[in-house]
């Protein structure tokens, strides 16, 4: 009997010790993804700690438990689990710091919660940018995220673009840190400015449609907020270098003091980058800079305060391939089996996908001292194609808690950019060989320019008996510009339960165009032709190297916005309500035409134009898993800047607002293990500006320029993103997006000149055309893994999936017997990314990681752009279904990488 009791109780006890369940997970901050130290895990009577890198863990008996995480200054995450297996190890809480500068943030750049902000969105963490982004540009990363399509086009270092829903980045608001990015005149991002951004990123959100973004700006397609890293608690310095393909090579150096003594830090980071290029002689030569004083401090009358001080920028310089190309110039087989246009008389055909025409040798020599010798240099490759620029940005915010139901936060930003692009001249022109995407043969220019030929001479005694003329040169684009602006935002909690968020948004701009002679090639001046030159010099003058020709005009746009939100949030339902309002002024001086005192110089008059933005959202939360929410929009915005003047400084008769209307709902749920979000949209677009003004030449040779008034697109579509952890260490995650964009006008367009004249009519019909320039369906697939076996290693294997492209195309041009008519449907494609490392921890905190990622692992080649060729500006000779030209896929690449943290 005492042998059957004691059996008992030992079995019991077996049971007892299987019963036990090991918890293990992390605790980070919601945006910088910081690992935090001493948050108290808790759960019934049981308690645990995390430790310097944010683990935790605890032994529980099986069963049901509700996790709660909590840290003085953070708002506390719950996490519901079912402890029925011996292990647990994916438990993750995410704190939202509760300090003013952090509300702050959260407050300028309107970034969504999970199950309270009622619009559809993603997040890419700085962990996945350091992990994946590796030579690739920022947008790349994004194609993961559903309804976004992003490609590197001609494949030059930052010329990558990026569309949401099938809106292109001009109707992209981007933003970092709050602070508006968007060229002021015509609504583009140029990513190479922003080079080096990847590296002190804490968080990247793209909110899809118009957004919960408050102030007054061109999110039509979505919202892209780019987060910087604030101070990490504990000081770190961190460094890596980079190797890959094409001689790619990064270096970088990132330093956070943490929280020094009398409540202030600093945040530093550089980072170099070279590389010859993927496609021939697509160099680059990039660096950045980041830098961030942040400084708290307390009153016992006026709350608390922080001024942040930040600085960046990204000089650099890369070779570019600036235009799309017949198919068959990198595969003539591929051309005709898709049955494009092929060959041109005299062009270059079957060069490969790293052809690149804009480029070519050449050998300088200069005359020896005595002059009885020329003296031959190195020969060199010379870029027709470069683009240079430095955009450095700077702020000053303060952040001003003065109470716990009060935070005003105000932004003073200041941007300064300077640079342009390099390219030849059509009149003063570089020959190809062959003629139709041929590389450029400087070497003949040279010396038509120095010694001439046969039957040309560089001597023009016209100008100059003894100085050599360049019959052919590289010019540069200028576009600086000077931009200055004020966000400030007031957000009060009225009660519990209703809160209101407003402020202002105020901003100046002036832009400075021209065109100056860069490269002469050998020659001592240049002559451009009669319509290039610069009436401001004399009708004899001789161009050198720096002279203004072509043109000369400044852009000027004043904005001043004003916006105001109302929230409701008590238990599960977030109610919102945002207005806001907007008034930009417009001016265009032209430094080569007259002003009515006969000076160079004349000004437009300035174009006032109003725009108003309504939103309002509704989010439910039905359990603690499910929620629903929707949303509707109205955007009036005014025709950006480039749509209102034309090159002749005269306003463009009849400019009228966009309008946009947009409905979107959807669902989320989320347990531990799988995560769901589904949302549908639709969006109407009235009076949709084209990209480029329309001209049209009447019989005396006059050009004038119109908008296409009334054209208006439909976009509509689903999309869903999914998250579901499979067991310990493994992720899968999916996107998939179905769209149906068309243009859904046709109309008479009425072409007036400057006396308001009727002098022609276009009609074209678009109705029920698909839209162009992106796919309009697309699935996304990554998984992850981090075996539980061998603590600090990850792998993940990444596949994305396009179709249903059509080739981008000018609606207007679908006149006579192509109205109606499809662009071309560019073939489906799909490409395979893997990623790894390994993460060591040495002595003394020290942390060394190894990485890796290869892209288009199987090499596959593909259209990723796609443009039916414009003739001229005339909208009538710009279509022909088979006049394709476009961008191919990047083969393989790789990107290695060491990175030591301390």
Do not use: C
């Not at 605890?58 to 996790?67: H, N, T």
């Not at 506390?76 to 438990?91: G, H, K, P, W």
């Not at 400019?655 to 589904?678: Q, W």
């Not at 055309?769 to 697309?778: F, K, Y």
């Amino acid at each position: 009997m005492r042998k059957g009791f004691l059996l008992f109780f030992v079995l019991l006890a077996m049971g007892s010790l299987r019963a036990q369940v090991t918890v293990k997970g992390r605790a980070v901050d919601a945006i910088s993804g910081e690992f935090l130290e001493n948050v108290l895990i808790s759960t019934r009577n049981q308690l645990a700690q995390t430790a310097k890198d944010g683990t935790f863990s605890l032994v529980l008996p099986m069963g049901e438990y509700l996790l709660v995480a909590k840290l003085d200054g953070y708002d506390s995450d719950s996490v519901f689990i079912q402890a029925d297996r011996n292990l647990i190890t994916d438990i993750n809480f995410k704190l939202e710091n509760l300090s003013a500068s952090m509300q702050a943030v959260q407050i300028t750049t309107s970034i969504a919660k999970n199950r309270k902000t009622p619009v559809a969105y993603s997040n890419v963490t700085g962990k996945d940018i350091s992990e994946r982004l590796g030579s690739q540009d920022l947008p790349l990363l994004l194609n993961q995220m559903p309804g976004v399509y992003a490609t590197s086009q001609g494949g030059g270092a930052g010329d990558a673009r990026i569309s949401i829903r099938g809106f292109s980045q001009r109707n992209i608001a981007v933003m970092v840190d709050g602070i508006p990015v968007n060229d002021m005149e015509n609504g583009q991002v140029y990513w190479s400015n922003w080079f080096g951004l990847g590296s002190v990123t804490a968080l990247t959100q793209v909110q899809r449609g118009l957004g919960s973004s408050r102030i007054a700006n061109p999110a039509v397609g979505g919202t892209m907020n780019i987060i910087t890293k604030g101070l990490s608690q504990q000081a770190k310095l961190e460094a890596n270098v980079e190797f890959g393909d094409s001689k790619y090579e990064q270096f970088g150096v990132n330093y956070s003091s943490g929280r020094l003594k009398g409540d202030w830090g600093v945040m530093m980071s550089l980072t170099k980058r070279q590389s010859a290029g993927y496609v021939d002689y697509l160099f680059d030569d990039m660096y950045s800079y980041f830098g961030k004083v942040e400084k708290q401090w307390k009153t016992k009358s006026h709350g608390s305060h922080t001024i942040s001080i930040a600085v960046m920028g990204a000089p650099q310089s890369h070779g570019q391939r600036s235009y799309r190309a017949r198919l068959s110039m990198y595969d003539k087989a591929l051309a005709e089996k898709l049955g494009v246009d092929t060959v041109l008389p005299r062009m270059a055909y079957n060069q490969g996908r790293k052809y690149n025409q804009h480029w070519g040798n050449l050998q300088q020599a200069k005359v020896s001292d005595d002059k009885t010798d020329t003296i031959w240099g190195r020969s060199q490759v010379v870029n027709e194609r470069v683009n240079m620029f430095h955009k450095p940005q700077m702020y000053i915010k303060h952040d001003w808690a003065l109470s716990k139901k009060t935070l005003i936060t105000s932004t003073v930003y200041a941007s300064y950019g300077r640079g342009g692009g390099v390219s030849s001249n059509s009149s003063l022109k570089i020959p190809q060989i062959p003629q139709n995407y041929g590389q450029f043969d400087f070497q003949s220019t040279y010396f038509l320019n120095t010694s001439g030929s046969d039957f040309i001479t560089p001597i023009d005694p016209k100008y100059s008996l003894t100085e050599n003329k360049s019959t052919g040169i590289l010019q540069r684009a200028v576009n600086n510009h000077n931009w200055y602006g004020l966000l400030s935002t007031m957000q009060h909690k009225i009660n519990n339960y209703w809160s209101f968020t407003g402020g202002i948004d105020l901003r100046t701009y002036h832009g400075r165009h021209y065109r100056e002679g860069y490269d002469l090639l050998g020659g001592d001046y240049f002559i451009p032709s009669q319509a290039e030159k610069n009436p401001n010099y004399d009708a004899k003058h001789m161009y050198r190297a720096g002279d203004v020709f072509g043109y000369n005009n400044d852009g000027l746009v004043r904005w001043a916005g004003a916006f105001g939100e109302m929230e409701y949030s008590k238990n599960r339902t977030t109610w919102f309500l945002n207005a806001s309002a907007s008034n930009t002024w417009l001016k265009r001086i032209d430094y080569f035409k007259l002003d009515k005192d006969k000076n160079y110089g004349q000004p437009t008059a300035w174009v006032q134009r109003k725009g108003v933005t309504l939103k309002t959202g509704l989010n439910h939360n039905i359990s603690r898993k499910f929620n629903l929410f929707g949303n509707v929009g109205y955007l009036n915005r005014p025709m950006r800047f480039s749509n209102v003047f034309d090159n002749r400084n005269v306003q463009v008769k009849d400019i009228r607002n966009e309008k946009v209307y947009a409905l979107e709902g959807g669902s989320g749920y989320k347990s531990k293990r799988l995560a769901l979000n589904f949302n549908a949209y639709y969006t109407l677009w009235k009076n949709k500006p084209v990209d480029f003004l329309s001209t049209f030449k009447d019989l005396d040779g006059n050009n004038y320029s119109f908008n296409i008034n009334g054209l208006g697109a439909r976009h509509m579509g689903a999309e869903l993103q999914a998250s579901f952890k499979a067991g310990d260490g493994i992720t899968l995650e999916g996107s998939w997006s179905l769209g149906d964009w068309i243009w859904n006008s046709g109309s008479e367009v009425i072409v007036r000149n400057d006396l308001g004249d009727s002098i022609a009519k276009v009609d074209f019909d678009a109705t029920g055309v698909h839209v162009g320039d992106a796919a309009q369906r697309q699935q996304a697939y990554l998984l992850r893994w981090e075996p539980t076996y061998l603590k600090g290693a990850y792998f993940t294997l990444q596949y994305i999936h396009f179709s249903k492209h059509y080739a981008d195309f000018d609606p207007t041009s679908l006149t006579g017997k192509y109205k109606g008519h499809e662009s071309f449907l560019l073939p489906t494609y799909w490409y395979v990314n893997v990623t790894g490392g390994y993460k060591l921890d040495l002595k003394n905190g020290v942390k060394l990681q190894f990485y890796g990622m290869v892209n288009n692992i199987t090499n596959n080649l593909y259209i990723t752009d796609g443009q039916h060729r414009n003739v001229d500006d005339n909208p009538v000779n710009t279509f022909n279904p088979k006049n394709l030209e476009v961008y191919v896929s990047s083969g393989l690449r790789f990107t290695t990488g060491i990175r030591i943290t301390y």
